[in-house]
């Protein structure tokens, strides 16, 4: 009985803390123009970086075909 009485407690905790955390991230809004337009060109600057920066190759991807070796059904014995 402890022992689940100390998971709910430590459960709970985390819960909490993770609320807490969420409430305050930091988004503020604003009219100013010239704000909205700075964001924008940091925006589109690291838009053009990422565009710049090689990606590297994606894994290729092997397709099995329909038979596997995991279902194979049991040899008949005659």
């Known amino acids: 009985m402890k022992k689940v009485s100390l998971a709910v407690l430590i459960s709970l905790s985390a819960l909490t803390g993770a609320a807490y ?11 100013d123009p010239a704000r909205a337009d700075d964001v924008l060109q940091r925006a589109q600057a ?7 920066t ?4 994606a894994p290729a991807m ?3 075909s329909g038979h596997s070796s995991h ?3 049991p040899a008949q014995s005659q």
């Not at 090689?54 to 190759?57: D, E, G, K, R």
Request: charged share 20%; no cysteine.
């Open 71 to 73: 279902h194979k059904k």
């Open 46 to 52: 690291l838009q053009q970086r990422q565009d710049a």
């Open 62 to 64: 092997h397709h099995k």
């Open 21 to 31: 955390a969420q409430s305050d991230n930091g988004i503020t809004m604003s009219t």
């Open 54 to 57: 090689p990606q590297p190759a």
